[in-house]
């Protein structure tokens, strides 16, 4: 889509059919000579005729904010007045701004320094970290005699083979550390797979050498460049994303393919510029993180973790997971409180917030009033001004008898930072703090975002709302560089240490050379900021996953599926060759109840759906259902289609999902207009 690179949309596979069955053996090693011939066949450019599958790519892709202003120019060079827009490196002031923030840390927390030696790691006991993870994966079955083995093979079924492999690691990791404890191993995985209930589990067609022809067939049809790593070759104006594979297979293939004789490139630095990241729409739309049910998010997190593990596995990323102590929790309302404690007490308040209400009013102020200030969040302000700011806000904030009019930006801005770095556990958890910190060693961008993508995901819902409120500041902040003289590259360099670094985990962020590190530590800040709404979606593969193991669940109740079969369908069956026809529950509140009829077809999407129910029950002269504003306005309730029960439980439909290609996808769901809830900051 840039340059001279042409892009060849690949078909993949609607359900991800990487091939893990029967697993006589967990331990799975590549195929070399599979992967090579494979690859070795040139790909034909010409495509065939044929009907788009649900998870194929549309040519319409879909960008973060800041790219959708360039997307007319997509095939044209990036100027170079738009190329030197972007800071390449941090500048000195910069550097000077990350490291006055790391001494003004460690004064906080009232310790000499930060060093990891000197202080309590709080690392998990041998073994424990094993145990931990699989039950953090869903997985603590493997390791339980009491449960069936049909309990242990239904998420295992879902899994891609180096996902799989990902598992073996840690259960061999849990034996030998349970062995030298003189205490019983579980009972090894093959056993599991060897079961006849485990064997009708899983298909015949996912067989586990097919894995490495489908993955590679998926993503042969790449611009070669596309693969080839990133530090061997000119930084891109481009990135594609992809999201169909799974991101630890994805490096798979990128790690075979940085081998290929062809990629022997001589080595070209990166000039530190950040690409247009494309990520191309699948047929069924972009899933975003709050578009999932809470039982659907849970099984995203567990498959989320397998994922990420396989990808440290490759790459070679080894993180230790820590537990925070118990501390005593501070006596303030607002700062030193656990973000859950917040929000609880918040909630009563206001039911529908995300995030904590004093984030909240502050986050607002600084849009309003800080984000033109020269200098914002470098420039520091009057400590003697904060402490006292902090106790006429713990003491009126409630209260409602705070004066923002009397509180300076700058100070406003030290009151934020304050907030986040004096939370009792890490704003990116204490578990997930290192991994964090550890994608700034990754090479790949494309890996770097993966990584990332996986851990947004990870995090507890709390630290997710409250993270994603924060980025989105500070993307307003950069957006006003020429007035606040405050680019990417200083916003991330003062507020990388407020997030990486925390009194309750060890951190080597401030180890080895001091620019390279205070480089690394902004780069992965720059990313969050940058990429943050291409990070806060749920990936195609991970969405497959979860139909698939919510699929592999219903079959443990064949009895009661067997009963439904036998009473009669209220759904009309279309003829063969003939477009179906759905029903569609209306759920508008006071509005409207009932249902509508809508016919499907190859073209049609959810703004079709929803464009015929509002002529239709909202905007009609005989239904007229809108309030009237008090500019004279009719205004009328938010509304969007979900999909409900199948092989999901509740699922927000993107606008540009493709209906007929969901209907395939989950024949079994109910499609329900209700009105959206009220999303506010953080969401």
């Given amino acids: 889509m840039g340059g001279k690179e042409e892009v060849v949309l690949s078909r993949m596979e609607p359900k991800m059919q990487f091939s893990h069955t029967r697993l006589n053996s967990f331990k799975l090693g590549l195929t070399h000579s599979m992967w090579e011939k494979k690859h070795a066949k040139k790909t034909s450019s010409k495509k065939k005729a044929r009907d788009p599958s649900p998870t194929e790519m549309s040519v319409e892709p879909w960008a973060s904010p800041q790219d959708q202003a360039a997307a007319e120019h997509t095939r044209s060079k990036i100027s170079p007045a738009a190329q030197e827009q972007e800071q390449e490196q941090p500048d000195k002031l910069c550097l000077e701004s990350f490291w006055s923030e790391v001494e003004t840390i460690r004064q906080g927390c009232g310790e000499p320094d930060l060093d990891p030696t000197r202080r309590d790691s709080r690392q998990s006991e041998e073994g424990e970290q094993e145990e931990q993870w699989l039950a953090d994966a869903g997985l603590s079955t493997l390791i339980s005699e009491d449960s069936e083995d049909v309990d242990k093979a239904v998420l295992l079924s879902t899994l891609t083979r180096t996902q799989a492999e990902a598992v073996q690691r840690r259960l061999d990791s849990y034996t030998l550390s349970r062995r030298k404890k003189n205490k019983l191993p579980p009972r090894d995985v093959r056993d599991i797979f060897s079961s006849p209930i485990a064997q009708a589990l899983l298909p015949e067609s996912q067989n586990s050498k097919d894995l490495p022809q489908n993955s590679m067939a998926s993503v042969a049809k790449m611009p070669f460049s596309a693969v080839t790593p990133e530090h061997q070759r000119a930084a891109p104006k481009e990135e594609f994303l992809i999201t169909d594979i799974a991101y630890c297979e994805q490096a798979v293939i990128f790690i075979k393919q940085a081998n290929f004789p062809l990629n022997n490139i001589p080595y070209r630095k990166e000039d530190g510029t950040l690409p247009r990241v494309i990520c191309p729409k699948c047929r069924l739309g972009v899933t975003r993180i709050q578009d999932l049910s809470l039982a659907d998010m849970k099984k995203v997190r567990q498959l989320a973790l397998i994922d990420m593990t396989a990808l440290c596995d490759l790459l ?15 006596e303030s309302p607002l700062f030193g409180v656990p973000l859950a404690t917040l929000l609880e007490t918040d909630q009563k308040i206001k039911p529908i917030t995300s995030i904590p209400l004093f984030l909240h009013t502050l986050l607002s102020f600084l849009e309003k009033k800080g984000v033109d200030s020269e200098g914002i969040l470098r420039v520091p302000g009057s ?9 006429n806000l713990e003491a009126n904030f409630y ?3 705070f004066n923002w009019d009397e509180v300076s930006p700058n100070d406003a801005a030290a009151l934020l930072k304050k907030f986040i770095r004096e939370l009792p556990d890490p704003l990116l958890t204490a578990e997930y703090l290192n991994t964090f910190s550890a994608v700034r060693d990754i090479t790949e961008l494309r890996q770097k975002l993966h990584m990332l993508n996986l851990l947004i995901l990870l995090l507890p819902e709390p630290n997710r709302s409250t993270l994603k409120a924060l980025l989105e500041f500070l993307s307003k902040v950069v957006n006003r560089e020429k007035k606040n003289r405050m680019n990417l590259w200083a916003v991330a360099t003062i507020m990388a240490p407020n997030l990486f670094l925390h009194k309750a985990v060890p951190s080597r962020l401030t180890d080895g050379v001091e620019k390279g590190q205070a480089e690394k530590a902004a780069d992965v800040m720059r990313l969050l900021i940058r990429y943050q709404d291409l990070l806060w979606t749920v990936p195609n593969f991970l969405m497959s996953q979860v139909r698939r193991l919510n699929e592999n669940s219903n079959r443990r109740y064949q009895f009661k599926n067997l009963l439904r079969k036998i009473q009669p369908d209220s759904r009309e069956k279309p003829e063969k060759n003939s477009e179906p026809r759905r029903t569609i529950k209306i759920q508008v509140g006071d509005l409207v109840n009932g249902t509508m009829e809508f016919q499907l077809n190859i073209n049609c ?22 309030k009237m504003q008090r500019n004279g306005s009719v205004g009328y309730p938010d509304c969007a289609l979900y999909e409900v029960g199948g092989n999901i439980g509740e699922h927000c439909l993107d606008t540009e999902t493709h209906l007929l290609d969901l209907y395939n996808s989950n024949p079994g769901g109910e499609w329900v207009i209700k009105t959206k809830p009220n999303g506010g900051r953080g969401q």
């Fill in 383 to 391: 400590q003697s001004r904060i402490k006292l700011l902090q106790q």
């Fill in 605 to 626: 999407r959810t703004s079709d759906l929803l464009a015929q129910f509002y002529r239709q029950f909202l905007r009609s002269p005989e239904n007229g259902k809108g």
């Fill in 399 to 401: 209260k409602g008898r």
């Fill in 316 to 330: 070679e990323l080894e993180v230790k997971r820590h537990k925070t102590g118990k501390r005593k929790i501070a």
